[in-house]
T-cell receptor
Framework: AQTVTQSQPEMSVQEAETVTLSCTYDTSESNYYLFWYKQPPSRQMILVIR??????QNATENRFSVNFQKAAKSFSLKISDSQLGDTAMYFCAYQAGGTSYGKLTFGQGTILTVHP | DAGVIQSPRHEVTEMGQEVTLRCKPISGHNSLFWYRQTMMRGLELLIY????????DSGMPEDRFSAKMPNASFSTLKIQPSEPRDSAVYFCASSSGLAGWGEQFFGPGTRLTVL
């Protein structure tokens, strides 16, 4: 079974600084998606960024970028120029291809606090 | 777009009562997922539908839980009878990708409290 591990239960960063959240996963599949979702105190799940496993180039979305290391099964999220609105729980998620029909497997989450 | 709509947003009920949670996916999406979030177990998939057909319900914790999708625009998750350990946030998500592949869009969730 696929597993997703986020080893940092909590992180904090000063406004305008850079922070990196870690995620590792275990799979025997060759084709899959990886996602980072953000859950602010409103509890709404918001997609931050996604990466398809067959793409070697790391995904970027404005201040958010990933470091995807397929061989190491690592998928970290870097947030640059942190803003107060980035304060949230962040979840790493794995989605296998094939017959899994889109099932997402989530990590335990990392609480990120951005301090002014 | 209205996004995924869930109702109610909050539900407080007493042990033994029937609870029905409702979800309207984004129009045109062909896959629908029900997740549960608790402190102890995190986010876990309960059941998912593709083209209104239940594909995998292995995540449903007990026979007290049931889910239906009578048409492409509506799904329900029912708990009967409810127990205090069912207290959680329940999310519905939908996707337009082939066989559910790709990004899932989440509703705002229903916070269920069973006393």
């Amino acid at each position: 079974a696929q597993t997703v591990t986020q080893s940092q239960p909590e992180m904090s960063v000063q406004e305008a600084e850079t922070v990196t959240l870690s995620c590792t996963y275990d799979t025997s599949e060759s084709n899959y998606y990886l996602f980072w979702y953000k859950q602010p105190p409103s509890r709404q799940m918001i997609l931050v960024i996604r990466q398809e496993a067959y793409k070697q180039q790391n995904a970027t979305e404005n201040r958010f970028s990933v470091n995807f290391q397929k061989a190491a099964k690592s998928f970290s999220l870097k947030i640059s120029d942190s803003q107060l609105g980035d304060t949230a729980m962040y979840f790493c998620a794995y989605q296998a291809g094939g017959t899994s029909y889109g099932k997402l497997t989530f990590g335990q989450g990392t609480i990120l606090t951005v301090h002014p | 777009d209205a996004g995924v709509i869930q109702s109610p947003r909050h539900e407080v009920t007493e042990m033994g009562q029937e609870v029905t949670l409702r979800c309207k996916p984004i129009s045109g999406h062909n896959s629908l997922f029900w997740y549960r979030q608790t402190m102890m177990r995190g986010l876990e998939l309960l059941i998912y539908f593709n083209n209104n057909v239940p594909i995998d319900d292995s995540g449903m914790p007990e026979d007290r839980f049931s889910a239906k999708m009578p048409n492409a625009s509506f799904s329900t998750l029912k708990i009967q009878p409810s127990e205090p350990r069912d207290s959680a946030v329940y999310f519905c998500a939908s996707s337009s990708g082939l066989a559910g592949w790709g990004e899932q869009f989440f509703g705002p969730g229903t916070r269920l409290t069973v006393l």
